[in-house]
Nanobody, 122 residues
């Protein structure tokens, strides 16, 4: 059983930056793909980025150039660096994972964190 815990959210002014972290336990992530999702109030959950087990990164068009996903297998961690934050980035951000070896990301995720709130407001 994999447990995920996100951290790093908060209240940020437009144009600011945040580093979201996802700590995993219960398994080593070497052969897992990791995804970041977000859900804004009243909206459906949106996939924003994922990183495959071999480190290939993918991004939603809406966040390309501002979001950077990374992973540190030695620390069993994943990260989402967000710069140039916009009010429309306000959402609860979740990390998720599933065992999937290769250069693409899992189509489904079995393990989810509890989320971290990101609020972008002046």
């Amino acid at each position: 059983q994999v447990q995920l815990v996100e951290s790093g959210g908060g209240l940020v002014q437009p144009g600011g930056s945040l580093l979201l972290s996802c700590a995993a336990s219960g398994a080593t992530l070497d052969y897992y793909g990791i995804g970041w999702f977000r859900q804004a109030p009243g909206k459906e959950r949106e996939a924003v980025s994922c990183i495959s087990s071999d480190g290939s990164a993918y991004y939603a068009d809406s966040v390309k150039g501002r979001f950077t996903i990374s992973r540190d297998n030695a620390k069993n961690m994943a990260y989402l660096q967000i710069v140039s934050l916009k009010p429309e980035d306000t959402a609860v951000y979740y990390c998720a994972t599933n065992k999937f070896f290769g250069s693409s990301c899992p189509r489904e995720y079995d393990y989810w964190g509890q989320g971290t709130q990101v609020t972008v407001s002046s």
